[in-house]
């Protein structure tokens, strides 16, 4: 199964855009989403090309390989018109031997990780806007940045899953 991660949309049309489409290119067969879908935020500036609407309508149609977690932008209201689920806390997976804890960011973050992980799992997160790809203690840290809104001189990238192998990417 091939896997992309991305996170951190925040409503820009233009970046989901550049999601779905790297998605389909790569003949990806989930996507995993990691928070802050629809709403800005008020700590970010308003994406110039920021469409929820439009969001909205686009990954409804991806609604079948979608698994997605709640970042701290996302609400009941956001769950009411995306027809998948997003409420999750986070995402436990294990692809070809390879245990990923995929979650936001604001509640288990790099300095409160969940008790379970161990040497050889990667702690997935967004939040930050801040692409990563790091080994601490055993445990790879990886961050797929965000599309619509990078920080920190990151450039918007994703992250792809695949036979047990996690590599980031820019768009």
């Known amino acids: 199964m091939k896997i992309m991660a991305a996170s951190d949309i925040h409503g820009s049309i233009g970046a989901a855009k550049m999601v779905t489409d790297k998605f389909n290119e790569l003949g990806c067969d989930k996507l995993l989403l990691l928070g802050d879908i629809l709403y800005h935020g008020p700590r970010n500036d308003l994406p110039s090309d920021y469409e929820p609407k439009e969001v909205i309508a686009l990954l409804n149609g991806y609604r079948d390989k979608i698994l997605a977690v ?3 932008c996302d609400t009941e209201v956001d769950q009411m018109v995306l027809e998948f689920p ?15 804890f995929a979650t936001h960011g604001h509640h288990y973050t790099p300095e409160k990780l969940p008790p379970f992980l161990g040497t050889g799992d990667i702690f997935l ?17 990886m961050n797929p940045g965000s599309p619509s809104i990078p920080k920190d001189g990151t450039k918007p990238s994703y992250i792809i899953i695949e ?9």
């Open 70 to 72: 709640r970042g701290n």
């Open 86 to 100: 997003i409420m999750a806390e986070y995402v436990y997976l294990v692809e070809e031997g390879q245990v990923i």
């Open 125 to 141: 997160y967004g939040h930050t806007h801040v692409a990563l790809d790091k080994e601490e203690q055993g445990i790879r840290f």
């Open 163 to 171: 036979n047990g192998k996690a590599e980031l990417f820019k768009f």
